[in-house]
């Protein structure tokens, strides 16, 4: 497996020339990590951070009638809906501009069409497979939490490769056959990270500088280190099918 320096190497020379590209194709996923920066800052400066939660609501629940009871949880699981309908789209966006960037980390001299590229997620071929890779995934890392945090935190790491590896399974199937299955994706991330969580921890835990720079700016510094982190987080899983394939 190639050091963290090498893999980071790589993608700043495939990236030379071309940080316009690299940019435009994250340019999504970098503008929520921007506005998420942004409205942290927003909460600090309010004070909102400070204020201790209210719970003298809790007493009033006697005074309400089963049908106000009724229509406030009608408007909670809307809410939650609407939040978790927007957690899938930005997943979607995500994994399509991660799936984009591991085709230009092999083929380096692939042209780059960030609009298409970034909204492949949402083709057919994709789109309900990743919905459905994030729930499963979800349910299986938060059943190990319940057993205590740390099993629970070692399953993220051991499943962080499923969306990779589900569309290196789709493009090896053969046309007419039928889709891999979801659980066979994330078997496969489990079996290619077997011996590697904590490197891969340690590689993540490698932007935390650069993360902080990005902080320092408001989050203007995510529109680099987003395709930085994608570009080598691809090179990683890259690296890591070729060295299982060499194992084989």
């Given at each position: 497996m190639k050091t963290r320096g090498e893999l980071k190497q790589e993608v700043k020379q495939l990236f030379k020339g071309r940080w316009k590209q690299a940019i435009l194709l994250c340019i999504v996923v970098s503008l929520l990590?921007?506005?998420?920066?942004?409205?942290?800052?927003?909460?600090?400066?309010?004070?909102?951070?400070?204020?201790?939660?209210?719970?003298?609501?809790i007493n009033r629940m006697a005074d309400f009638s089963w049908r106000d009871l009724s229509v406030m949880a009608g408007v909670v699981i809307v809410v939650l809906l609407i939040q978790l309908a927007f957690y899938l789209i930005v997943k979607i966006f995500m994994t399509g501009?991660?799936?984009s960037m591991l085709d230009w980390v092999r083929n380096p001299e692939r042209e780059i069409h960030p609009v298409s590229d970034s909204t492949i997620g949402f083709t057919k071929q994709y789109a309900w497979q990743i919905v459905g890779l994030q729930i499963l995934q979800s349910i299986m890392v938060f059943l190990w939490g319940l057993l205590l945090v740390v099993p629970g935190i070692i399953k993220a790491f051991a499943y962080s490769q499923t969306f990779y590896v589900y569309k290196d399974l789709l493009a090896a199937t053969p046309a007419g056959h039928a889709r891999p299955r979801l659980l066979e994706a994330i078997t496969r991330s489990r079996q290619l990270m077997k011996g590697h969580k904590f490197e891969y921890f340690v590689l993540q835990l490698s932007f935390i500088g650069w993360a902080i720079a990005s902080a320092l700016t408001l989050g203007i510094g995510q529109l680099w280190l987003t395709p930085y982190r994608y570009g080598v987080f691809a090179n990683y899983y890259d690296n890591l099918v070729a060295l299982a394939a060499e194992k084989a």
């Amino acid at each position: 497996m190639k050091t963290r320096g090498e893999l980071k190497q790589e993608v700043k020379q495939l990236f030379k020339g071309r940080w316009k590209q690299a940019i435009l194709l994250c340019i999504v996923v970098s503008l929520l990590s921007m506005f998420g920066v942004m409205a942290q800052y927003s909460q600090r400066a309010s004070g909102q951070t400070n204020t201790k939660a209210d719970y003298s609501w809790i007493n009033r629940m006697a005074d309400f009638s089963w049908r106000d009871l009724s229509v406030m949880a009608g408007v909670v699981i809307v809410v939650l809906l609407i939040q978790l309908a927007f957690y899938l789209i930005v997943k979607i966006f995500m994994t399509g501009t991660a799936y984009s960037m591991l085709d230009w980390v092999r083929n380096p001299e692939r042209e780059i069409h960030p609009v298409s590229d970034s909204t492949i997620g949402f083709t057919k071929q994709y789109a309900w497979q990743i919905v459905g890779l994030q729930i499963l995934q979800s349910i299986m890392v938060f059943l190990w939490g319940l057993l205590l945090v740390v099993p629970g935190i070692i399953k993220a790491f051991a499943y962080s490769q499923t969306f990779y590896v589900y569309k290196d399974l789709l493009a090896a199937t053969p046309a007419g056959h039928a889709r891999p299955r979801l659980l066979e994706a994330i078997t496969r991330s489990r079996q290619l990270m077997k011996g590697h969580k904590f490197e891969y921890f340690v590689l993540q835990l490698s932007f935390i500088g650069w993360a902080i720079a990005s902080a320092l700016t408001l989050g203007i510094g995510q529109l680099w280190l987003t395709p930085y982190r994608y570009g080598v987080f691809a090179n990683y899983y890259d690296n890591l099918v070729a060295l299982a394939a060499e194992k084989a």
